[in-house]
């Protein structure tokens, strides 16, 4: 019997070990649950296959949460009104100058336990909310509940317009989104163009063994501690949260289901079941179109597809040409952007008519098609066992569409890519890749003329993930040829350019050969609408406003201003909007500042709030906050890396990059070790870093230190994080 079937026989140890984070987030959706769930207790376990057994077995274990959930909160109601009750009670006899030693410490027991009360509360709805203001801001209940109610009629659908027609009905407005979305992923027509090249990037022989070698607990462990802890959980409504809490009894049946995949390479009917929910694209959204599908999957399948992503990114840097500068490693989304406007000024310098083609995909994710990711994964030099992995993890893909918490039946996924899948990314790269090779032949036929920056560099296109831009010579022949090429590679792939989307822009072109050329092809004009998200101000403390400031106001420009040196005029123009947000004033607001607002910006240390400060290390790293220091790499304590300090223990450790945060909200030191120290200097060694450790948590109350802070015994100090 494994230590998962006895954890499952024994309600006491829920009980005894609950983790709050995940239940939470457990008892939020377990009511969203597929019908084909709702059944009555099943006994854990199930032979036919370690991956039925371990979803059979977190279905029971799923039931037995909730029970105990709704138990605990009615108790917790009715606890906390008692501890109340006892509060007004002690601080009366206090009053009348009765109190004893005793009562003081009763009262001080009653106190924590209201709080602790209070925390798991806030928890719970800073969860439901999907911020992190519990840690990243001062509580504030006005802008918990306001956010929920704001979130839940957003997200809330009342009706939709169907030919014309307003519709209500809740059984119709499913249906209509069932037949929308079944299909939209339903089976692509079997007529499609064939790609007739051979790739000359192949992975080796070597990669591909490793590609395809048997999964090891390490391996399998570091996949769920890459995943986000408190992400939406799919139809088993468990979150990585509860996983890493419970690991050291689970890890042997996850264990043992994952490798059934590998081994066969099969995922039976359901072990694949995802959530699609809903995400409107436009405000008061009333199409069904008009809804963007995100995908909910369950955490089996997700960390099988996170092994076999963490095993695929590993090669793609040696098959993907740098044209593609997202999603591989050692390459900077931002690379793209600053070659495209560099080009664009050298073309005005050089006076080159030039055109700069930008293509959107229609639905890209949700268009591919599957026999042609087929092709162009052998075509890339993977094995029959690899490829047969990812079409086993995308012919098992089945959902169902949550409308307003209630799902509707299931159907198969025939094409596409999850959008939330890990896997997902690394696949439609490769297809782009393909669409690079197929162009790259037309420019090598000279059939298509691009920049030529020099005798050597001629450039013809760039990647941003499912973003491409072409650029070349202006002509009518140059715009002909791509989107023919663009055409034949829908043929072949599914991708669709999106013509009311896409767009063309003329560099040193008469304005009415532009024109020319949008009505032609049915392109749009580019614009560019910004959109500033409006807080309720009166429902934010000066803390909660300081706290916004620094980690969103000061964040946004960031993007642009790494690429582009921002004016005097902008600068100033930010500021103003960020002292007027602070003091709590309209923008057009003439209210005098108590505060100059160079105070304000100046260092802590100066008697200022640190808006702009920025805190040195030893060497004159520039520091960040704790969702970024490295455990063990990092010099953020005892005047040393860790890593030197306690060579040994660091030996042990499986999780060398993880983060400081991460680490502590662990449930032991030791956790992601691959063994408990050992007897010798191990132990002394992990004793002299428990001691160290005890003094040091995350400082929930940061109302005047701001943000990222960490009580040292007692002190709280800035927490030093290399960004």
């Not at 462990?221 to 009894?249: E, H, L, N, Q």
């Not at 162009?376 to 993890?393: A, R, T, V, Y």
């Not at 023919?484 to 003329?506: E, P, Q, T």
């Not at 998200?533 to 909660?544: D, E, F, V």
Request: glycine letters at 6%; aromatic letters at 10%; a positive charge.
């Amino acid at each position: 019997m494994s230590k998962l079937d006895r954890f499952l026989i024994s309600e006491n140890l829920l009980i005894t070990y609950p983790n709050i984070t995940a239940i939470t987030l457990e008892r939020y959706l377990s009511e969203h649950r597929p019908i084909r769930l709702r059944e009555s207790r099943v006994a854990p376990g199930n032979n036919s296959n370690p991956l039925c057994s371990m979803a059979m077995k977190l279905k029971f274990l799923k039931l037995k949460i909730k029970d105990w959930n709704q138990r605990n909160m009615k108790d917790l109601k009715s606890g906390k009104a008692k501890l109340k009750e006892d509060l007004e009670a002690l601080d009366a006899d206090i009053d009348k100058g009765n109190g004893t030693a005793d009562m003081v410490t009763k009262r001080s027991e009653v106190v924590n336990s209201l709080q602790e009360i209070d925390k798991l509360q806030t928890m719970e709805i800073a969860q439901k909310v999907k911020i992190k203001w519990c840690i990243e801001g001062d509580e504030n209940s006005s802008f918990f509940h306001g956010m929920l109610n704001k979130r839940r009629s957003q997200l809330s659908i009342r009706g939709i317009m169907v030919d014309g027609v307003w519709i209500e009905d809740p059984l119709k407005v499913k249906r209509e989104f069932y037949q929308h979305f079944s299909n939209r992923f339903a089976k692509p027509v079997d007529q499609r163009a064939h790609i007739n090249m051979e790739y000359p990037n192949t992975i080796t022989l070597e990669q591909q063994i490793d590609l395809e070698c048997d999964v090891t607990k390490e391996e399998l462990k570091k996949a769920v501690w890459d995943c986000g802890i408190d992400k939406s959980p799919g139809p088993d409504g468990f979150t990585f949260g509860f996983y890493r809490r419970f690991w050291s009894t689970i890890e042997n049946d996850v264990f043992e289901a994952v490798k059934y995949f590998f081994n066969s390479g099969a995922i039976p009917n359901g072990c694949n079941s995802s959530f699609i929910a809903l995400i409107p694209k436009i405000p008061d959204a009333n199409l069904v179109k008009d809804f963007r599908p995100i995908i909910l999957i369950g955490s089996m399948y997700k960390i099988i597809a996170k092994i076999l992503a963490n095993r695929l990114v590993g090669v793609l840097g040696d098959i993907v040409n740098e044209v593609q500068s997202a999603f591989i490693a050692e390459r900077q989304i931002l690379d793209g952007p600053f070659i495209l406007n560099e080009v664009l000024q050298w073309c005005k310098l050089k006076k080159k008519q030039s055109l700069i083609f930008k293509v959107d995909f229609e639905k890209a994710f949700d268009s591919i098609r599957w026999d042609f990711l087929d092709d162009i994964l052998k075509k890339f030099g993977f094995g029959d066992k690899w490829c047969n992995w990812i079409q086993s993890c995308l012919r098992s893909s089945r959902g169902s569409i949550i409308i307003n918490g209630s799902p509707t039946e299931e159907f198969y996924f025939q094409k596409g890519l999850k959008q939330g899948d890990p896997l997902s990314p690394f696949l439609f790269i490769l297809v782009m890749e393909s669409l690079h090779l197929s162009f790259q032949r037309v420019v090598d036929a000279g059939m298509f003329k691009g920049v030529q920056l020099n005798p050597s560099l001629n450039l013809s296109h760039m990647f941003y993930a499912d973003d491409a831009v072409f650029v070349g010579q202006w002509c009518d022949d140059n715009i002909n040829i791509l989107t023919h090429v663009l055409d034949c590679f829908y043929w072949a792939s599914g991708l669709r350019i999106n013509m009311s989307k896409s767009k063309i822009m003329g560099i040193l072109v008469a304005d009415d050969k532009v024109k020319s050329a949008v009505t032609k092809l049915g392109l749009s004009y580019a614009q560019y609408p910004f959109f500033l998200l409006r807080w309720k101000m009166k429902t934010l403390s000066i803390g909660g406003r300081l706290t916004l400031l620094k980690s969103v106001l000061g964040s946004m420009p960031i993007f642009h201003m790494s690429i582009f040196k921002a004016p005097l005029s902008v600068i100033r123009q930010l500021e103003s909007i960020r002292s007027h947000f602070f003091n709590g004033h309209d923008s057009a607001s003439r209210k005098a500042s108590w505060i100059k607002w160079d105070c304000v910006l100046a260092p802590k240390e100066k008697g200022g709030l640190g808006s702009y400060e920025a805190i040195l290390g030893d060497e004159g790293e520039l520091l960040g906050n704790e969702n970024n220091i490295s455990f063990w790499n990092d010099n953020w304590i005892g005047g040393n890396t860790l890593k030197n300090l306690y060579p040994r223990i660091y030996a042990l450790e499986n999780s060398k990059q993880v983060t400081v945060c991460a680490k502590l909200a662990d449930i032991a030191l030791d956790a992601s070790f691959r063994r408990k120290p050992r007897g010798g200097i191990e132990c002394i060694q992990f004793n002299e870093m428990l001691v160290l450790m005890q003094d040091i948590s995350l400082n929930p109350d940061i109302r005047t230190e701001g943000f990222g802070l960490w009580k040292v015994q007692g002190i709280s100090v800035p927490l030093l994080v290399k960004l």
